[in-house]
């Protein structure tokens, strides 16, 4: 495996991504903007739900989940660069494994937390806050 890890390292692509500084810089910056959507609307999302800012008006928030997965594609596409420029450094330390497991927890309790507040909303102002879409904010947050 080791050695697996070490021929992706010292690939051409991956030669090219950590070589070339605007390359690693946008890589860098587009996790990061990633991140902020993806987490970001999802934190809010949540703490809406658990009854922060109840002026806000939960119906209009299910725009903004369309933009919380493309920050989350982008998220995954870059960490995927970022994985392919040090894939040694990462694979070898456990923290990855740990992120990898929450990033998926969290996907699933947005998945959810989306289909119990806004599956049935066709024609309603406020989705209906039941105890299960609380419990999925408090995982989600």
Same mark, same amino acid.
Not at 18 to 27: F, G, R, W
């Given at each position: 495996?080791?050695?697996?890890?070490?021929?992706?390292?010292?690939?051409?692509?991956?030669?090219?991504?950590?070589?070339?500084?605007?390359?690693?810089?946008?890589?860098?910056?587009?996790?990061?903007?990633?991140?902020?959507?993806?987490?970001? %609307?999802? %934190?809010?999302?949540?703490? *809406?739900?658990?009854?922060?800012?109840?002026?806000?008006?939960?119906?209009?928030?299910k725009a903004f989940?369309?933009?919380?997965?493309?920050?989350?594609? %982008?998220?995954?596409?870059?960490? !995927?660069?970022?994985?392919?420029?040090?894939?040694?450094?990462?694979?070898?330390?456990?923290?990855?494994?740990?992120?990898?497991?929450?990033?998926?927890?969290?996907?699933?309790?947005?998945?959810? !937390?989306?289909?119990?507040?806004? $599956?049935?909303?066709?024609?309603?102002?406020?989705?209906? %806050?039941? *105890?299960?879409? *609380?419990?999925? $904010?408090?995982?989600?947050?």
């Amino acid at each position: 495996m080791i050695e697996l890890l070490e021929v992706v390292e010292s690939s051409g692509f991956s030669m090219f991504l950590k070589e070339s500084s605007t390359i690693y810089v946008l890589t860098l910056a587009l996790h990061a903007i990633g991140l902020a959507f993806a987490v970001g %609307i999802s %934190i809010t999302a949540g703490l *809406r739900v658990l009854g922060v800012a109840p002026g806000l008006p939960l119906a209009a928030m299910k725009a903004f989940f369309p933009l919380m997965y493309l920050g989350l594609w %982008i998220t995954l596409l870059s960490g !995927l660069f970022l994985t392919i420029m040090y894939p040694l450094d990462y694979f070898t330390d456990g923290t990855i494994y740990v992120k990898l497991v929450f990033v998926v927890v969290a996907v699933v309790m947005i998945k959810k !937390l989306n289909a119990e507040l806004f $599956s049935d909303m066709a024609d309603i102002d406020s989705p209906v %806050i039941t *105890r299960r879409a *609380r419990l999925d $904010s408090i995982l989600i947050i």
